[in-house]
């Protein structure tokens, strides 16, 4: 089979997908200098890659450029945290509401199946983050909003940059899970006001958690 070369974008692409998890496992901590010399030479690649890498961090929120001072990675303020989930409340209680009223039996069934999942990854936090982003996407994927969709996506990558944090508060994971419970219960009753409601009641208190 031939080699397969990648072309100037795949490899920025593929450079950013790298460093974005690099930021969200905290490897890259908040606020911390990022060495561009270091890591063209980690990954063997030049430096342009690597800055049009860091633009579209930049874009996402998770780099801020400095001028004559180069890239951090992006400190969450409260303000910020609490301006994100605000948006993304508004975001995802709207697209829980049209999937309460327009979601068929077989896409509310796979949402019930992540629920279950979700409830048996209680003891693993990572593993609990990860059901838990899977049930909101998946969710707005049924909500079909493309735009909503893109929004969200860049919100909770900003999120993500201070998820950890929403750890230290003892018992929010079981919090959480009870919220995804009454969310449940009301689009398995098809009440989209209901639903609407719980939705912005578990942002509020991620969002207590988080801060």
């Given at each position: ?115 279950s ?6 003891g ?59 969310i ?28």
């Open positions: 089979m031939a080699a397969v070369s990648l072309t100037p974008r795949a490899l920025y692409e593929e450079v950013a997908e790298l460093l974005r998890q690099r930021i969200f496992s905290r490897e890259l901590a908040p606020g911390s200098w990022i060495d561009e010399l270091k890591l063209a030479e980690e990954y063997g690649i030049s430096r342009t890659p690597l800055r049009e890498a860091l633009k579209v961090l930049a874009t996402e929120g998770l780099v801020t450029m400095k001028v004559r001072r180069g890239a951090y990675v992006t400190e969450v303020s409260e303000r910020d945290l609490a301006d994100v989930y605000h948006l993304l409340s508004l975001l995802e209680s709207d697209a829980a509401g049209v999937v309460a009223a327009q979601a068929t039996e077989a896409q509310l069934q796979e949402l019930k199946n992540l629920h999942e979700l409830e048996q990854a209680v693993n936090r990572e593993r609990f983050f990860q059901i838990n982003e899977t049930f909101h996407m998946r969710l707005l994927e049924i909500a079909n909003n493309r735009w909503r969709d893109q929004m969200v996506a860049d919100l909770r990558k900003v999120m993500k940059l201070n998820r950890h944090n929403s750890l230290l508060k003892s018992g929010r994971i079981e919090e959480s899970l009870a919220e995804h419970r009454a449940m219960a009301a689009l398995a009753a098809r009440d989209a006001d209901a639903t609407v409601q719980r939705m912005r009641e578990h942002f509020r208190n991620g969002l207590e958690a988080a801060a």
